[in-house]
Nanobody, 128 residues
């Protein structure tokens, strides 16, 4: 599975941005999808995940109520709508894919090691 993230850019604090991740080379609906982010000098951290059907979602506490993950299985694309952006949201955002499991849990799908495939990342910069 190949993942191509896009949509990053420069936005003012308090503004909004939507990043996208297009998948190819696999059956998209058989993968849970997630967004992670990595700021300079920091470890890559979990942001949000969505189950293969889109029926379940998980968010890091730091983005709850501001970010929304969604997917369009017909377009093989996952989205992350980011509202109320803060300076601390600035990072490279990576999308990731994990093979479908018997069931989806918040704990499992917020772990980096759960994910089998990673995209190249898209930069999000927030100006104050």
């Amino acid at each position: 599975v190949q993942l191509q993230a896009s949509g990053g850019g420069l936005v003012q604090a308090g503004g909004s941005l939507r990043v996208s991740c297009a998948a190819s080379g696999g059956t998209f609906s058989r993968y849970a999808m997630a967004w992670f982010r990595q700021a300079p000098g920091k470890e890559r951290e979990f942001v949000s995940a969505i189950s293969w059907s889109g029926g379940s979602t998980t968010y890091a506490d730091s983005v709850k109520g501001r970010f929304t993950i969604s997917r369009d299985n017909a377009k093989n694309t996952v989205y992350l709508q980011m509202n109320g952006l803060k300076a601390e949201d600035a990072a490279v955002y990576y999308c990731a894919a994990a093979r479908k499991a018997p069931y989806y849990t918040d704990t499992a799908y917020s772990r980096r090691r759960t994910y089998d495939y990673w995209g190249q990342g898209t930069q999000v910069t927030v100006s104050s």
